[in-house]
């Protein structure tokens, strides 16, 4: 199995902590954005989008970060992370539909413009776009800790695949100055996912490529 990545994104990230975390056998390989790795022909082969993360496993090629949750989920044969019954997945695809159309798109312009411009040389954050990114993202977390209440994780009292897909973005709070203050059960169930000795793992680094 290999893992076509780019640490430090959050869509790396999640992949690369629910693999540590199943303890799946996986090669890491760096796409490296910064240098248009993601452009390469053969690369571009695996992914007709020029996105990250890629996975392959055995002559399967599987794209989109929530979609290679589910499969090392499933492959693993964990019923907890990935559910067998018909509601226990349609509550966790939920999450992952509201991690892609609702949690990750409110945080991407300030992360852009605090992180990746930084990393990318490409200048000083643009205060006017932060400005008017803030109010969807105060609209967006404030669901999430709402339905935080009393759960430890998303769906309840286990941990799914749909925690590592929308606890990722939190990877990037202290970075990106994410106004994160009144939000103690995001911060609290954040804590507890960081604390997984896979997350930690990933949030370290791969190996060092030869």
């Known amino acids: 199995m290999i893992l076509h990545v780019f640490p430090p994104s959050p ?5 690369l902590a629910l693999a540590n975390h199943l303890k799946l056998n996986h090669e890491t390989k760096i796409v490296d954005l910064g240098q248009g790795g993601q452009n390469r022909p053969e690369y571009a082969a695996l992914n007709p989008n020029k996105r990250m993360p890629v996975l392959e ?3 399967f090629v ?3 970060s929530n979609a290679i949750l589910v499969y090392l989920a499933a492959k693993s044969g964990d019923r907890s992370l990935w559910p ?3 509601k226990g ?5 939920r999450w992952l539909s ?3 159309a609702h949690w990750t798109p409110a945080g991407v312009p300030i992360v852009y413009e605090r992180v990746v411009k930084a990393m990318m040389g490409q200048g000083g954050p643009d205060l006017a776009v932060i400005e008017k990114a803030l109010p969807e993202f105060h609209r967006v977390a404030a669901i999430l800790n709402d339905h935080l209440k ?11 695949v749909a925690d590592f897909s929308v606890g990722s973005t939190m990877s990037m709070a202290a970075t990106a100055h994410l106004p994160m203050e009144n939000y ?4 609290r169930w954040y804590g507890a996912l960081a604390a997984l000795p896979g997350w930690r793992a990933a949030q370290a680094g791969p190996p060092a490529q030869s």
């Not at 103690?184 to 911060?187: F, L, M, Q």
């Open 184 to 187: 103690g059960e995001i911060n």
């Open 62 to 64: 599987l794209w989109e």
């Open 98 to 100: 509201w991690e892609g």
């Open 84 to 86: 067998a019954d018909p």
């Open 57 to 59: 496993d055995d002559g």
């Open 11 to 15: 869509r790396a990230l999640r992949v």
């Open 150 to 160: 009393g759960r430890k994780w998303l769906t309840g009292a286990n941990l799914t």
């Open 89 to 93: 997945q349609a509550d966790v695809v």
